[in-house]
């Protein structure tokens, strides 16, 4: 995995949301899960957020999932895209064990 649109690729078959963004935080890629469904609109909310981003000479996650961003120092785009699902998966299955009825 060596582009943003192979790491997209994995992360959609992984069953997460996955899209570039190009912002501040340069050519990034935004991972979300844990979809919230009943904000009345057409846009999508996630209870977990994490964006994937390049810092230095190596990729970074950065778990925007609470009031302060967690960041990791992930090395590879490859291992910085399995870090982030690993974090979203664990989320997910926390939010299962805590809340049964809104996971």
């Given at each position: 995995?060596h582009?943003?649109e192979?790491?997209i690729?994995?992360?959609?078959k992984?069953?997460f949301?996955a899209?570039?963004?190009?912002?501040?935080?340069?050519?990034?890629?935004?991972v979300g899960a844990g979809p919230?469904?009943?904000?009345g609109?057409?846009?999508?909310a996630?209870r977990?957020?994490?964006?994937?981003?390049p810092?230095?000479?190596?990729?970074?996650i950065?778990d925007w999932?609470?009031?302060?961003?967690?960041?990791k120092?992930?090395?590879?785009?490859e291992?910085?895209?399995l870090e982030?699902?690993n974090?979203?998966?664990?989320k997910?299955?926390d939010?299962a064990?805590?809340?049964?009825?809104?996971?």
């Amino acid at each position: 995995m060596h582009t943003r649109e192979e790491a997209i690729e994995w992360l959609r078959k992984k069953g997460f949301h996955a899209a570039a963004r190009d912002w501040s935080l340069g050519k990034t890629v935004c991972v979300g899960a844990g979809p919230i469904s009943n904000l009345g609109s057409s846009i999508t909310a996630f209870r977990h957020m994490i964006y994937i981003y390049p810092e230095s000479e190596q990729w970074s996650i950065s778990d925007w999932s609470s009031q302060s961003a967690v960041i990791k120092m992930c090395g590879s785009l490859e291992n910085a895209a399995l870090e982030a699902a690993n974090a979203l998966t664990k989320k997910l299955a926390d939010d299962a064990a805590t809340h049964p009825t809104e996971a």
